[in-house]
């Protein structure tokens, strides 16, 4: 049975007869140049593959003399003399990779070649990514190199098996078998990360304590590390900021205690005995209550730059992470990450990044762009972006979220004029001088037989990986392609589903959090609705201190008369949301408390189009389900099924929203849900 185990690498018979038939004349045998491990990866990679696909057996030789179609060699080698790939390859640095038809000899060949063997590698899945979705090969000018130089996944794994917000079920890491078992999953894993571009991942949660720190868990890492490294992947860790103190016997962790300095360049050290390409750690100090250099009135430059440090004669990174809002302090949350770190640009070792989520609250449904990404230009900023669907569903809602990346990838900071997207703001384009430049996702990955839970979810995991290796992709073609890739090239399945997924993001917002409204989930969980809780200990926590419903309107003032967010972000950014009058309705009770009276673009008043979408969202949900049930022929039975079944679960969980906010938002506005729209039900 179709398990979806094999992610978007199933390389199954191509369907397509004519298509079919000019492959099996253009392929057929490989020669590879050399024989290092990702070499040979490469090799059978692209020979499994190309076998599968093409129904006829691929050879694999390092013969010179060999005439077969393919080549996959880096740009030193031998079997490339005399051809254009040299001068090609002086522009796709360590990682970037080309594929290029050539007649050498008179003969045609298809070239994948690199600066490195990893570069290769990409070349090689790219080649494939060719073939399974179908494309034509005879005249290949394919130059492709990574637009950010480090292309992560953040494990939220808390070394219990357990994956805080994760939904797939256990973890990947097996910390009990490990150094000893290397899981088949591990390499698996490792080849689909390599076959996106994903280059680095941190194995712990960003909330683990200190124990990974510990040798005998550095053994365990240091498996992984041996085991993901022929696939171009690096590890990193978390650093729990006290961990001087917890296992390494010191009364202090302030930064700036020598002890404490010379502990942390002593445990990197013996990191690095370990694993000799360790990536560096990313830290989440002073946030949500873990420890952090504040606590000895210290600062994040402190805390950062004390790592940094360490890891600096090793050539590793510190990725510090931005996320911190305390209740204490009492001012909108939205405000406080810009407030702790403007006033640090410049102040950051070279080798720190600071790691911001796509937006100032919390990996909402919907969010406008977080203010600091373009305020802090003398900085290294990293993406963070959440794969897992924490606030959108969880496991058991299709939602993709290509284009949830995407809007905020192209969201326009107006930093050095029009046109200064946040995606430039990651890449350097502004900063020539910027060395470091990343994206990372926080993974949907556990041990589920299907990896991520919901077999669309595999799709947002190849969307990050996509957009990070090209922010300028498009949701819809990344779409299409994971589409082809995992389930079938043909053209009305093809529409249909991407369809379904282009869509399906905006339909969750719709039902759960319309019009800029957020937080107003489960608490805890954060599954499902709860708009109505007020009673956590934590002011901040509470959906009310978010939604701010009253008997006027509903929605968070943040403009001038209100929290003042807006003005974090740059006078020409803010425009589009200043104004209630003019505020892109999308965002509307992001920025606005707004009289229930108030009349939206659509004529109807701001309750009625509340009704409107939530009642237009949970609908469209039945439009999912009609729409795959019409793909029935074009998929397996068991994933059809699983989605069939989820999509249900789906549509009452969109009733569930809709029903639970409007009911109680009703209590404000008094009004009723407007006459052509059914009646809440009482289920
Ligand atoms: C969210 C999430 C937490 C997580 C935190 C973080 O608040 O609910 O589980 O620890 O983000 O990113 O640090």
């Given at each position: 049975?179709?398990?979806?185990?094999?992610?978007?690498?199933?390389?199954?018979?191509?369907?397509?007869?004519?298509?079919l038939?000019?492959?099996?004349?253009?392929?057929?045998?490989?020669?590879?140049?050399?024989?290092a491990?990702?070499?040979?990866?490469?090799?059978?990679?692209?020979?499994?593959?190309l076998?599968?696909?093409?129904?006829?057996?691929?050879?694999?030789t390092?013969?010179?003399?060999?005439?077969?179609?393919?080549?996959?060699?880096?740009?030193?080698?031998?079997?490339?003399?005399?051809?254009?790939?040299?001068?090609?390859?002086?522009q796709?640095?360590?990682?970037?990779?080309?594929?290029?038809?050539?007649?050498?000899?008179?003969?045609?060949?298809?070239?994948?070649?690199?600066n490195?063997?990893?570069?290769?590698?990409?070349?090689?899945?790219?080649?494939?990514?060719?073939?399974?979705?179908?494309?034509?090969?005879?005249?290949?000018?394919?130059?492709?190199?990574?637009?950010?130089?480090?292309r992560?996944?953040?494990?939220?794994d808390?070394?219990?098996r357990?994956?805080?917000?994760?939904?797939?079920?256990?973890?990947?890491w097996?910390?009990?078998?490990l150094?000893?078992?290397?899981?088949?999953?591990?390499?698996?894993?490792?080849?689909?990360?390599?076959?996106?571009?994903?280059?680095?991942?941190?194995l712990?949660?960003?909330?683990?304590?200190?124990?990974?720190?510990?040798?005998?868990?550095?053994?365990?890492?240091?498996a992984?590390a041996?085991?993901?490294?022929p696939?171009?992947?690096?590890?990193?860790?978390?650093?729990?900021?006290?961990?001087?103190?917890?296992?390494?016997?010191?009364?202090?962790?302030?930064?700036?205690?020598e002890?404490?300095?010379q502990?942390?360049?002593d445990?990197?050290?013996?990191?690095?005995?370990y694993?000799p390409?360790?990536?560096?750690?990313?830290?989440?100090?002073?946030?949500e209550?873990?420890?952090?250099?504040?606590?000895?009135?210290?600062?994040?430059?402190?805390?950062?730059?004390?790592?940094a440090?360490?890891?600096?004669?090793?050539?590793?990174?510190?990725?510090?992470?931005?996320?911190?809002?305390?209740?204490?302090?009492?001012?909108?949350?939205h405000?406080?990450a810009?407030?702790?770190?403007?006033?640090?640009?410049?102040s950051?070792?070279?080798?720190?990044m600071?790691?911001?989520?796509?937006?100032?609250i919390?990996?909402?449904?919907?969010e406008?762009?977080?203010?600091?990404f373009?305020?802090?230009?003398?900085?290294?900023?990293?993406?963070?972006?959440?794969?897992?669907?924490?606030?959108?569903?969880?496991?058991?809602?299709?939602?993709?979220?290509?284009?949830?990346?995407?809007?905020?990838?192209?969201?326009?900071?107006?930093?050095?004029g029009?046109?200064?997207?946040?995606?430039?703001?990651?890449?350097g384009?502004?900063?020539k001088?910027?060395?470091?430049?990343?994206?990372?996702?926080?993974a949907?990955?556990?041990?589920?037989?299907?990896?991520?839970?919901?077999?669309?979810?595999?799709?947002?995991?190849?969307?990050?990986?996509?957009?990070?290796?090209?922010?300028?992709?498009?949701?819809?073609?990344?779409?299409?392609?994971?589409?082809?890739?995992?389930?079938?090239?043909?053209?009305?399945?093809l529409?249909?589903?991407?369809?379904?997924?282009?869509?399906?993001r905006?339909?969750?917002?719709?039902?759960?959090?319309?019009?800029?409204l957020?937080?107003?989930?489960g608490?805890?969980?954060?599954?499902?609705?709860?708009?109505?809780?007020?009673?956590?200990?934590?002011?901040?926590?509470?959906?009310?201190?978010?939604?701010?419903?009253?008997?006027?309107?509903?929605?968070?003032?943040?403009?001038?008369?209100?929290s003042?967010?807006?003005?974090?972000?740059?006078?020409?950014?803010r425009?589009?949301?200043e104004?209630?009058?003019?505020?892109?309705?999308?965002?509307?009770?992001?920025?606005?408390?707004?009289?229930?009276?108030?009349?939206?673009?659509?004529?109807?008043?701001?309750?009625?189009?509340?009704?409107?979408?939530?009642?237009?969202?949970?609908?469209?949900?039945?439009?999912?389900?009609?729409?795959?049930?019409?793909l029935?022929?074009y998929?397996?039975?068991?994933?059809?099924?699983?989605?069939?079944?989820?999509?249900?679960?789906?549509?009452?969980?969109?009733?569930?929203?809709r029903?639970?906010?409007?009911?109680?938002?009703?209590?404000?506005?008094?009004?009723?849900?407007?006459?052509?729209?059914?009646?809440p039900?009482?289920?």
């Amino acid at each position: 049975a179709e398990t979806g185990y094999d992610l978007w690498l199933r390389y199954q018979p191509l369907q397509n007869q004519t298509v079919l038939t000019t492959y099996r004349q253009q392929i057929s045998g490989i020669t590879l140049g050399g024989n290092a491990e990702t070499m040979k990866i490469i090799g059978e990679e692209l020979q499994h593959g190309l076998s599968a696909m093409l129904q006829k057996k691929i050879t694999v030789t390092n013969k010179s003399s060999s005439t077969a179609s393919l080549i996959a060699a880096t740009g030193i080698s031998p079997l490339l003399a005399g051809t254009e790939v040299k001068k090609l390859l002086a522009q796709t640095g360590e990682e970037g990779f080309i594929i290029l038809s050539q007649n050498i000899n008179g003969q045609k060949r298809i070239i994948i070649s690199g600066n490195t063997d990893k570069a290769v590698l990409y070349g090689a899945f790219h080649f494939l990514r060719l073939i399974q979705t179908e494309q034509a090969i005879h005249n290949l000018q394919v130059v492709s190199v990574p637009k950010v130089k480090l292309r992560m996944l953040n494990h939220w794994d808390n070394m219990n098996r357990t994956v805080e917000r994760g939904y797939a079920g256990f973890s990947l890491w097996n910390w009990h078998t490990l150094p000893g078992y290397i899981d088949p999953r591990y390499i698996d894993y490792a080849r689909a990360n390599a076959s996106i571009g994903i280059n680095g991942t941190v194995l712990t949660n960003v909330n683990a304590n200190a124990t990974i720190l510990t040798k005998n868990y550095l053994e365990k890492v240091k498996a992984l590390a041996d085991a993901f490294r022929p696939y171009g992947i690096k590890v990193y860790l978390t650093a729990r900021f006290s961990a001087p103190i917890e296992i390494g016997g010191l009364k202090t962790a302030d930064p700036l205690d020598e002890k404490v300095r010379q502990w942390w360049k002593d445990k990197v050290k013996e990191i690095y005995q370990y694993v000799p390409d360790f990536g560096g750690f990313v830290v989440k100090a002073n946030s949500e209550g873990q420890p952090g250099p504040q606590d000895y009135k210290r600062s994040h430059t402190d805390g950062a730059n004390m790592l940094a440090e360490a890891v600096a004669p090793f050539n590793g990174i510190i990725m510090w992470r931005a996320f911190v809002y305390s209740a204490e302090k009492n001012v909108d949350r939205h405000k406080q990450a810009y407030d702790e770190f403007v006033p640090l640009d410049g102040s950051f070792n070279k080798n720190v990044m600071v790691q911001v989520k796509n937006g100032a609250i919390d990996f909402m449904p919907r969010e406008p762009f977080h203010p600091l990404f373009g305020a802090m230009p003398k900085t290294p900023l990293m993406m963070e972006f959440q794969v897992t669907q924490e606030y959108l569903g969880q496991a058991t809602n299709l939602v993709y979220l290509g284009p949830l990346f995407k809007e905020c990838l192209e969201a326009d900071t107006y930093t050095n004029g029009k046109g200064s997207t946040v995606a430039k703001v990651l890449d350097g384009s502004f900063n020539k001088a910027q060395t470091l430049t990343g994206i990372t996702g926080v993974a949907n990955i556990g041990n589920d037989i299907n990896w991520c839970g919901h077999p669309f979810a595999q799709a947002n995991w190849y969307a990050m990986g996509r957009l990070a290796w090209d922010h300028s992709l498009s949701a819809e073609r990344i779409a299409e392609e994971w589409l082809r890739m995992t389930y079938s090239n043909h053209p009305a399945f093809l529409q249909t589903a991407s369809k379904l997924m282009m869509e399906s993001r905006e339909t969750y917002v719709q039902y759960s959090n319309p019009i800029g409204l957020h937080h107003i989930m489960g608490t805890g969980h954060h599954y499902g609705p709860a708009p109505w809780v007020s009673n956590l200990n934590r002011p901040d926590w509470n959906p009310v201190y978010y939604h701010k419903a009253d008997s006027i309107g509903i929605g968070f003032n943040r403009t001038a008369t209100g929290s003042n967010a807006l003005e974090q972000y740059h006078p020409e950014a803010r425009k589009i949301w200043e104004n209630m009058n003019t505020c892109e309705e999308k965002n509307l009770l992001w920025f606005h408390h707004v009289p229930w009276t108030f009349k939206m673009k659509s004529g109807r008043n701001l309750w009625d189009e509340l009704c409107f979408n939530y009642y237009t969202g949970a609908e469209k949900v039945k439009t999912m389900q009609q729409a795959w049930a019409g793909l029935e022929p074009y998929v397996d039975k068991q994933r059809h099924d699983q989605v069939r079944m989820l999509l249900n679960v789906q549509y009452d969980e969109a009733i569930w929203w809709r029903n639970a906010c409007l009911l109680y938002f009703q209590t404000f506005s008094k009004k009723p849900i407007p006459a052509n729209y059914p009646q809440p039900d009482k289920t």
